[in-house]
């Protein structure tokens, strides 16, 4: 072979040379491989094979027959005209089958008619088998003639691929009978020779309509027939209308050879009638037992019918004597032949002469042989001894239906259950559907549920038959066995098998049941359950054996896998190890000594620790929420999974989550705000709210706000409530400088509501300087509201007073002098103005003492707007600052004025 695994001519001159038997395979493959490229591009213009087949057909598909012949004979002349195109390598097949067939010998012959009866008709091949076809003419070769005769007649109607045209196919078969009636003229005697030849080759189911050579041998002087085909079927006198019937007459071998050879009823009809005819007395004194035994294994209903009746017409051939000519087998043979006939007489002399055929051959009589036959060897079995017949036999016989009766109730009564062996029953299973029908009723009425061992059915389905059925559905097989191990625990039917089959396409579901409510499986590798679990297609089934604790313990599972199996990202895998965490191990079951406390500072760390990642963060933060002893059993998963507290309160110290607090981290945060709120009052950190109202964190910072705006009132959590006599004052007003707007927002609400235990006129002047301008105002809201003498507003006269009294707390001052006065002092006294608070990370300048005065005058303004008799207070020490030698100062006063005046027309300011 080549190297490159293609066969070239090379290769086959060399099978050709050693006449080897894979010539015929050889030739065939190397037809159908492609066409290799020229090595050279082709001229411009010329034609390649491909071309050429092209040509062929457009010349086939022309009209008239001449045109046909005309547009073909060109395509070839300039295809083979073409001196540098090269020819295709199929080409060298015509010379070399010539050379075979020129090399004569039986080895190279039986090449060449493997290839004519088998190959299909290509050019190259083709080529060769002409030429020898008319060599075979010119030299008389009767055997090659006849099978290149045959192929023709029947090549026409064939499916074959070819590339030749039906029109030379046609023209062949046409020639091949002008050269047998040529001969039939010029040499009879050679005629029936040439014509057995043809005959003996075609097969059985061969359309014989469709034939011309074969249908004028025997029917050529009906007339029946036309220019294409013959319009009758084969006659059912074969002779009355042969062609040259006396060639037939002069000698009998070349029936005797077609009786001997043919592959066709009709062609043995032929040589039976011809012989019965022309050669009766050859038939009554050369036929001889050897020949009638031949006949009798040759699978044609017309040549048993023949021995049938040459047996029935001669007293030498006796039924008696049938034995000892050696045609005993012969006759036998004929119990399956295609002839009714034929069969009864088979039939009668084995009643008679062959009650001793064996089991063996009677059961395959009954499997395969026709009705009559098959009736016949069932009687003859159901009289065997059936423990003689044994198990296996009789397990055989349950496939047919004439013995299935008989073989059921055989075993059924014959045998004890023990002496059916498993692997016979396992056998059964995969047997017909008569054979598996039996069986699955034996077992369910001889054996009780769960009385065969697990292994039974585990071995019925590990079978390599069982890979017949179709894999979409279970099948009968897979119903009946995984019924019966149903009735089994899972430690009987054993961990590994199961585990092994958990994910098969058909068995997985209900073997996953098995195993979901398995009480324990001994043997079954915790390891290897373990490794499971990162393998999708066995991990819900893993994990659920996993969670078993009647099949595994905690222990043997161990923290550190279920850890690290929490830290995977994969949610399926991080959950199941939190709730298994949660479930069943204990704060001690955390650290390598068994100690608690050192479990629980393994838990702090795995909570809050700097480096854990988040699934683990989260189930450490779960575990000690849900194990708190005062919060614990107010968690989701206390309730589903009905969780005790297992640690004690005393482990949840300030020092561990007031630093969580701050982190930046959501979950850290969150995890110690449920600790904190539960632990504020217990650690003694309530009076540091303040601390956490300065928080980046919106959710501390609402601790906090929480804890202050809850004071005093009712049902609010003491836990992380501050008390009204708590509530301190300086750090609530130092809440109102704060960065965040909550915040401020928050204190001045505290101040509003705990006014009498946190505020003064003091300090509201101090809150009037606020760089806020929010707080500024409700400072002098505040101040009108709380202090403003109790005889304003309206139609009052201030008396004489020269000085305010001293005010403090929530006291009013006595007179609008008093007022009035700690209004001057209050702007004569402004020191320089604080910091704007920061605003969305900015930070601000310090403002300046005349700015700072420029607001509150603002705010005063603002007030005396909506107010009248607040105006009517504030009017007098505005127009006094008009007169300031700050230009900013009494410009501020006089326009507020103005605006005073002008929002309130009918008052005197």
Known sequence: MAPSEELTTADLQRLARSEAPELPEAVTTFLVQPEKPPEKPLPEGAIDFQGLKSLLFQAQARHDAAGRRAASHEAWQRFLAQKDVPLPPRFALADLLVALYERNTDASRAALFELVRGADLQFGLWGGLKRIYKLAEQRHDAEMFGILAWR?????????????????????????????????????????????????????????????VAMHIWA???????????TIDVPSDPLKHRAFPDAWKRSPDALMRLLDTCQSDAAARFAIYGLRKDFPEVLRSQVTPAWLDRLARRPLASAHEFLVDTLQGSPEFHQGKLRALGLHEAVLAL?????????????????????????????????????????????????????????????????????????????????????????????????????????????????????????????????????????????????FALKALGAYTPAAIGADWLLDNAIHPRLGTQVQKWLMRADALPGLDVERVKGLVFNAKYREVALALLGNRKIFSARQLTVPWLLALARRADPTLHEFAHRYLLENLSPADFSESGDAAAGLERLFELAVGAKQPLPVRQFAQTYLRCHHPVIGPEQPESKSYQLKPKAPRKAYTAERLWPALFDTRDDVRRFALAITRAELRAWGYHPRVYELAEADAKEVRNLAYDALLNAGEAGSDERHTLKPEELDAVKVFTLTESTKRTTREVAVELIRRHYARLGGAERLAWLMESADREVGVFAVRLLWEKHRPSHLPEGWKPAGATEAPAVGGTERFANVEALRTFLRRMLFGLPPGRSKEGRE???????????????????????????????????????????????????????????????????AL
């Open 152 to 212: 023709f007649d029947t090549e026409r109607h064939s499916s074959r691929n070819r590339e030749v045209s039906l029109g030379t196919v046609t023209y062949l078969r046409r020639r091949a009978w002008r050269y047998l009636r040529h001969l039939g003229a010029a040499v009879p005697e050679l005629y029936p020779q040439f014509a057995v030849e043809v005959l003996r080759h075609y097969p059985v189911g061969t359309n014989w309509r469709e034939t011309w």
């Open 220 to 230: 050529h002087e009906s007339g029946k027939y036309n220019a294409q085909s013959f």
């Open 335 to 479: 119990l399956v032949s295609p002839s009714p006939k034929a069969r009864t007489y088979a039939i009668e002399y084995a009643r008679a002469h062959a009650q001793d055929l064996s089991a063996e051959r009677l059961a395959e009589l009954v499997s395969t042989g026709p009705a009559d036959t098959v009736a016949f060897a069932a009687a003859l079995l159901e009289k065997r001894n059936a423990r003689e017949l044994g198990v296996d036999f009789l397990g055989r016989l349950l496939a047919t239906k004439a013995t299935n009766a008989f073989a059921a109730k055989a075993l059924e009564q014959s045998f004890d259950r023990a002496e059916l062996p498993h692997r016979f029953l396992i056998d059964l299973f995969y047997g017909s559907n008569e054979q598996l029908a039996w069986v699955k009723g034996y077992i369910d009425s001889k054996y009780a549920a769960a009385e065969l061992p697990a292994s039974f059915y585990k071995e019925l389905l590990a079978d390599s038959r069982h890979s017949k059925f179709p894999t979409y559905y279970a099948s009968p097989v897979e119903q």
């Open 841 to 907: 990370g900015m930070v601000q300048r310090r403002l300046s003492a005349s700015t700072a005065k420029r607001r509150i005058i603002e705010l005063v303004r603002d007030l005396g707007l909506e107010e009248q008799s607040f105006a009517r207070v504030v009017a007098p020490v505005l127009n006094e600052f008009t007169g300031s030698l700050a230009k900013g100062e009494w410009q501020s006063c006089l326009a507020s004025l103005v605006r005073l005046r002008t929002a309130h027309p009918g008052v």
